[in-house]
Antibody
Framework: EVQLVQSGAEVKKPEESLKISCKGSGYSFTNYWIGWVRQMPGKGLEWMGVIYPGDSDTRYSPSFQGQVTISVDKSISTAYLQWSSLKASDTAMYYC??????????????WGQGTMVTVSS | QSVLTQPPSVSGAPGQRVTISCTGYSSNIGAGNDVHWYQQLPGTAPKLLIYANNNRPSGVPDRFSASKSGTSASLAITGLQAEDEADYYCQSYDSSLNTSQFGGGTKLTVL
């Protein structure tokens, strides 16, 4: 079964750092783009960026460039989303999702279950 | 603020047909970039409903269809069922912004 399993919910304080993960299984992890999507409480979906595990080619939305870091460890089929200094406005559900094997603009066909990040003093 | 505009809400009675529009610009839908549609049931992760304008992944009922014309796209749901009550999102790449974007989402209520 093709699936993406994300790390568990996090509660952090402002200015703390955080790295959440997304582990793929059931397919050739290195050959498909992996994306991250933010959903703030009660709001819509926001495309954050994608990474190609095969060569770590990464594309960010201008809205998230410089605010987060997307990375991957292909040896363990895991993608990451990282913050160096969290803000209260980072409170949201974060989803990872699998893109296509040849174009980062393609649809996300498999989604993780989501990781809830709460930032509060 | 997304460059893809969806109506905040639509509604229909069981058995009826509803459509959800996704209006873009010449830099995204109008540039020939593909449009994808997702369904998000309450409290769950989004699910791919339509990819590349009008293609259904395996397992998606043929009650769901989509089309694209000019700078707009639309999702149609026929034979509306209570289980279709969800949020629906369109997605497309914007060549000017160099990023993909989702529409603001449309809440479908089955009356």
């Amino acid at each position: 079964e093709v699936q993406l399993v994300q790390s568990g919910a996090e509660v952090k304080k402002p200015e703390e750092s955080l790295k959440i993960s997304c582990k793929g299984s059931g397919y050739s992890f290195t050959n498909y783009w992996i994306g991250w999507v933010r959903q703030m409480p009660g709001k819509g979906l926001e495309w954050m960026g994608v990474i190609y595990p095969g060569d770590s080619d990464t594309r960010y939305s201008p809205s998230f460039q410089g605010q987060v870091t997307i990375s991957v460890d292909k040896s363990i089929s895991t993608a990451y989303l990282q913050w160096s200094s969290l803000k209260a406005s980072d409170t949201a559900m974060y989803y990872c999702a699998r893109g296509s094997y040849y174009d980062f603009r393609d649809a996300f066909d498999i989604w993780g279950q989501g990781t809830m990040v709460t930032v509060s003093s | 603020q997304s460059v893809l505009t969806q109506p905040p809400s639509v509604s229909g009675a069981p058995g009826q047909r509803v459509t959800i529009s996704c209006t873009g610009y010449s830099s995204n839908i109008g540039a020939g970039n593909d449009v994808h549609w997702y369904q998000q049931l309450p409290g769950t992760a989004p699910k791919l409903l339509i990819y590349a304008n009008n293609n259904r992944p395996s397992g998606v009922p043929d009650r769901f269809s989509a089309s694209k014309s000019g700078t707009s796209a639309s999702l149609a749901i026929t034979g509306l069922q209570a289980e279709d009550e969800a949020d629906y999102y369109c997605q497309s790449y914007d060549s000017s912004l160099n990023t993909s974007q989702f529409g603001g989402g449309t809440k479908l209520t089955v009356l």
